[in-house]
């Protein structure tokens, strides 16, 4: 910090300091813009949730924020005005993170779910001030908290529900607590004794379904149900009995009844039928609304009372079939498609106020955008587009006016926006991550579009490094998206950003499989995997190679879960790349099978069991072509995942080491497969660090003579055009 005075050299500066003294100008600098690095993690913000009051002068939101000091996750409750942009006002401050808000139908209270008491129940906040006060206190916690419609007397939420007794009579005693042993015991184990005398510990876990663990956790025979509790107090009424869980619900306009969605007819383990369902709050029978084939979810009451929109597939084990917006008569009668022209999928739809259109969000070439489609039947509509993904949306439910969503572009973490009913008049209302924004210096993605090998458009981002010089030759990696239908676009990342910082091309695509180009773009891969998608990359890697700013000789590549698997995929059937990443992926098809939480999935997308189709399995698995692999490759897994569990990962590094290849296997404590998006803040820093270091040591230029001698060792040589390896 210096004055104006002080430049005048310091035989001046007294007297001059005693004429001026009040009009004194500190100047402090700004520091300069500096690239991207791990760290920022803890500076960006993540908005979620955005939520609009009834009459459309509020919306309350969720920002979550990386706390550094407690490494983990802080989530609270924001409220904003719709009338202009200001500072928004924190409504909640858990250190247990606070989450999921809706409004009461006057607007002057608000419920949600916190994990304060130790376990997430539902909490009712009032804005004219007080502490929030908690409504449920289930042994299995509660959440998806909504207000009964009408009057808001009542909270409809899902609760888990503890599985009976085992009815064996049997007495729990406690052996070793404190630490002290028992015989036969160690420390802390709780064990029941039957009328035999006959000892049980009570840490064993005993298995009976095939599906025993999802969401890094094993399944212990509790069921999520439907509840209605009084908002004010009392006790909480179970709605739902049975074997099933309770996936969503909503209110009847008149608070009568709910409908929810549940598989009660089939196969959790194997299907995905759920149907939908309608309950009187009275209690009662649910009455079953589709009877049909294939999965309905997310069901919305239209206000009128007349019509529930849901999302519908008649694909029972179809993952590459279009998800559609329809609509049942409430009373019941026959389904019909409101989007079975609009190539796309749908999702999160929600009725107007008048009840004469649908609203839902659907991917489309890279951007998430707002449609509307009429109640009557017609053409989709856009209402909130731009290059950009939408994550959530919700409606003034007084008039319908106003708009509240959350969205992301590449050069803007999440923010709140709020628009007319039509799309019009759209502003910004938050601006959370200004102070991050204007100390970094971000890379801009450019889109490309390249002629696909097996037909149509592969279409692609690339980042530049923030110093980018186009006379020299850059590093460059290829990010490969997981599902595999799922996609990339124009949204905020972190991890692009950081590796665009360090010096690296950054390349992504959304070849064949990917969502948001039509249901024909899903399928064009013929049932494969592999082979097909390599071939897409291949062809946009090439193009951006022909520019002329990238360094052929130092390419990389890298993925987590399906990116993961293409990126294995990618070393055991090419060496054009000098370095890989293979993150939480899928190795071998046969033993995924066996250990995954969705078991159904290898199934469906490889025709069947694995003993009838063992040859298409074992083809289909990066494994089997990894005795041909030279790419020294890091490999990351997270030891709770339940989806693509550490064992695939272990296999790639297993088969490198054991051949020489260099390789790094990395293991994540207490992390499942969400890892690199919902992780410990430790770590997610610390895996961008080690991806980013792994691709600096094997792609700088004196690397290079090692990688080639390897290459010339093994035979085996870059491919040079099109790069189609099978």
């Given at each position: 910090?210096?004055?104006?005075?002080?430049?005048?050299?310091?035989?001046?500066?007294v007297?001059?300091?005693?004429?001026?003294?009040?009009?004194?100008?500190?100047?402090?600098?700004?520091?300069?813009?500096?690239?991207?690095?791990?760290?920022?993690?803890?500076?960006?913000?993540?908005?979620?949730?955005?939520?609009?009051?009834?009459?459309?002068?509020?919306?309350v939101?969720?920002?979550?924020?990386?706390?550094?000091?407690?490494n983990?996750?802080d989530a609270?409750?924001?409220?904003?005005?719709?009338?202009?942009?200001?500072?928004?006002?924190?409504?909640?401050?858990?250190?247990?993170?606070?989450?999921?808000?809706?409004?009461?139908p006057?607007?002057?209270?608000?419920?949600?779910?916190?994990?304060?008491?130790?376990?997430?129940?539902?909490?009712?906040?009032?804005?004219?001030?007080?502490?929030?006060?908690p409504?449920?206190?289930?042994?299995?916690?509660?959440?998806?908290?909504?207000?009964?419609?009408?009057?808001?007397?009542?909270?409809?939420?899902?609760?888990?529900?503890e599985?009976p007794?085992d009815?064996?009579?049997?007495?729990?005693?406690h052996?070793g607590?404190?630490?002290?042993?028992?015989?036969?015991?160690?420390?802390?184990?709780?064990?029941?004794?039957?009328?035999?005398?006959?000892?049980?510990?009570?840490?064993?876990?005993?298995?009976?379904?095939?599906?025993?663990?999802?969401?890094?956790?094993?399944l212990?025979?509790?069921?999520?149900?439907?509840?209605?509790?009084?908002?004010?107090?009392?006790?909480?009424?179970?709605?739902?009995?049975?074997?099933?869980?309770?996936?969503?619900?909503?209110?009847?306009?008149?608070?009568a009844?709910?409908?929810?969605?549940?598989?009660?007819?089939?196969?959790?383990?194997?299907?995905?039928?759920?149907?939908?369902?309608?309950?009187?709050?009275?209690?009662g029978?649910p009455?079953?609304?589709?009877?049909?084939?294939?999965?309905?979810?997310?069901?919305?009451?239209?206000?009128?009372?007349k019509?529930?929109?849901?999302?519908?597939?008649p694909?029972?084990?179809?993952l590459?079939?279009?998800?559609?917006?329809?609509?049942?008569?409430a009373?019941?009668?026959?389904?019909?498609?409101?989007?079975?022209?609009?190539?796309?999928?749908?999702?999160?739809?929600?009725?107007?106020?008048?009840?004469?259109?649908?609203?839902f969000?659907?991917?489309?070439?890279?951007?998430?955008?707002?449609?509307?489609?009429p109640l009557?039947?017609?053409?989709?509509?856009?209402?909130?587009a731009?290059?950009?993904?939408?994550?959530?949306?919700?409606?003034?439910?007084?008039?319908g006016?106003t708009?509240?969503?959350?969205?992301?572009?590449?050069?803007?973490?999440?923010?709140?926006?709020?628009?007319?009913?039509?799309?019009?008049?759209?502003?910004?209302?938050?601006?959370?991550?200004?102070?991050?924004?204007?100390?970094?210096?971000?890379?801009?993605?450019?889109?490309?579009?390249?002629?696909?090998?097996?037909?149509?458009?592969?279409?692609g981002?690339?980042?530049?490094?923030?110093?980018?010089?186009?006379?020299?030759r850059?590093?460059?990696?290829?990010?490969?998206h997981?599902?595999?239908?799922?996609?990339?676009?124009?949204?905020?990342?972190?991890?692009?950003?950081?590796?665009?910082?360090?010096?690296?091309?950054?390349?992504?695509?959304?070849?064949?499989?990917?969502?948001?180009?039509?249901?024909?773009?899903?399928?064009?891969?013929?049932?494969?995997?592999?082979?097909?998608?390599?071939?897409?990359?291949?062809?946009?890697?090439?193009?951006?190679?022909?520019?002329?700013?990238?360094?052929?000789?130092?390419?990389?590549?890298?993925?987590?879960?399906?990116?993961?698997?293409?990126?294995?995929?990618?070393?055991?059937?090419?060496?054009?790349?000098?370095?890989?990443?293979?993150?939480?992926c899928?190795s071998?098809l046969?033993?995924?099978?066996?250990?995954?939480?969705v078991?159904?999935?290898?199934?469906?997308?490889?025709?069947?069991?694995?003993?009838?189709?063992?040859?298409?399995?074992?083809n289909?698995?990066?494994?089997?072509f990894?005795?041909?692999?030279?790419?020294?490759?890091?490999?990351?897994?997270a030891?709770?995942?339940?989806?693509t569990?550490?064992?695939?990962?272990?296999?790639?590094?297993?088969?490198?080491a054991?051949?020489?290849?260099?390789?790094?296997?990395?293991?994540?404590?207490?992390?499942?497969?969400?890892?690199?998006r919902?992780?410990?803040?430790?770590?997610?820093?610390?895996?961008?660090h080690?991806?980013a270091?792994?691709?600096?040591?094997?792609?700088?230029?004196?690397?290079?003579?090692?990688?080639?001698?390897?290459?010339?060792a093994?035979?085996?040589?870059p491919?040079?055009?099109?790069?189609?390896?099978r």
């Open positions: 910090m210096t004055t104006r005075l002080a430049r005048e050299g310091s035989g001046r500066l007297l001059g300091f005693a004429l001026v003294l009040p009009s004194i100008v500190f100047f402090q600098e700004t520091p300069a813009p500096r690239p991207v690095r791990a760290e920022d993690l803890y500076d960006l913000e993540e908005i979620r949730d955005a939520r609009v009051s009834p009459d459309g002068a509020l919306v939101f969720v920002s979550e924020r990386a706390a550094r000091d407690r983990a996750i609270d409750l924001w409220l904003a005005k719709t009338a202009a942009q200001g500072l928004p006002r924190r409504l909640t401050a858990s250190p247990a993170g606070d989450h999921s808000p809706r409004w009461t006057d607007g002057r209270r608000i419920v949600f779910v916190s994990g304060r008491s130790g376990k997430d129940q539902v909490y009712v906040l009032s804005l004219e001030g007080g502490e929030a006060i409504v449920t206190s289930l042994p299995g916690g509660a959440r998806s908290p909504v207000p009964s419609p009408a009057d808001g007397s009542r909270v409809a939420f899902l609760g888990r529900v599985p007794p009815g064996t009579g049997r007495e729990r005693r052996l607590a404190q630490g002290e042993k028992s015989p036969g015991w160690g420390p802390g184990v709780e064990v029941t004794v039957d009328p035999e005398g006959r000892e049980w510990a009570q840490d064993v876990r005993r298995i009976d379904r095939l599906v025993y663990r999802r969401d890094e956790r094993f212990d025979g509790s069921r999520r149900h439907l509840f209605v509790v009084p908002i004010d107090g009392g006790d909480a009424v179970r709605l739902t009995e049975g074997d099933f869980d309770v996936d969503s619900f909503a209110w009847s306009p008149d608070g009844s709910l409908v929810f969605t549940a598989n009660r007819r089939g196969n959790p383990d194997l299907d995905r039928n759920d149907d939908l369902w309608v309950v009187s709050v009275a209690g029978e009455r079953l609304l589709t009877p049909n084939q294939g999965p309905d979810l997310d069901p919305t009451w239209s206000p009128d009372g019509w529930i929109a849901y999302l519908g597939t694909a029972v084990s179809d590459k079939a279009k998800i559609e917006v329809w609509v049942v008569p009373d019941g009668g026959e389904p019909r498609s409101l989007t079975s022209g609009f190539d796309r999928i749908a999702r999160a739809p929600e009725f107007s106020p008048d009840s004469a259109s649908v609203l969000l659907a991917a489309d070439q890279g951007s998430v955008h707002l449609y509307s489609v009557a039947g017609g053409e989709v509509t856009k209402v909130v731009g290059d950009r993904e939408v994550f959530d949306f919700a409606l003034s439910r007084r008039d006016s708009i509240a969503f959350a969205a992301s572009d590449p050069m803007r973490p999440s923010e709140v926006y709020v628009a007319s009913r039509d799309g019009s008049g759209e502003r910004k209302i938050t601006d959370r991550n200004r102070a991050f924004l204007s100390k970094v210096v971000l890379s801009k993605p450019e889109a490309i579009r390249v002629p696909g090998p097996g037909g149509g458009e592969v279409h981002w690339v980042l530049r490094p923030p110093n980018f010089d186009p006379a020299r850059h590093p460059m990696v290829l990010w490969v997981g599902g595999p239908y799922s996609a990339f676009g124009n949204g905020f990342s972190l991890d692009f950003q950081v590796l665009a910082a360090r010096g690296f091309v950054v390349l992504t695509a959304n070849p064949r499989l990917s969502i948001g180009y039509g249901e024909a773009w899903r399928r064009a891969a013929n049932g494969e995997w592999g082979a097909p998608v390599l071939d897409d990359l291949h062809a946009a890697l090439a193009h951006v190679v022909s520019l002329g700013y990238v360094d052929e000789s130092r390419l990389g590549i890298g993925g987590g879960s399906f990116g993961g698997y293409m990126a294995a995929w990618a070393i055991g059937r090419t060496n054009r790349f000098r370095a890989a990443v293979v993150e939480r899928v071998d046969v033993s995924f099978w066996g250990t995954t939480d078991p159904w999935f290898p199934e469906w997308e490889f025709g069947g069991l694995p003993w009838d189709n063992l040859d298409r399995f074992r289909s698995s990066p494994f089997t990894l005795g041909k692999a030279e790419t020294p490759t890091l490999v990351i897994a030891e709770e995942d339940t989806r569990p550490p064992s695939q990962s272990e296999m790639v590094f297993a088969a490198l054991r051949r020489g290849v260099p390789a790094e296997l990395v293991l994540y404590p207490r992390e499942g497969h969400g890892l690199a919902r992780g410990e803040p430790a770590h997610r820093v610390d895996r961008l080690r991806i270091r792994w691709f600096e040591r094997h792609l700088a230029e004196g690397a290079l003579l090692k990688g080639a001698e390897a290459a010339a093994s035979g085996n040589v491919p040079v055009e099109g790069g189609k390896n």
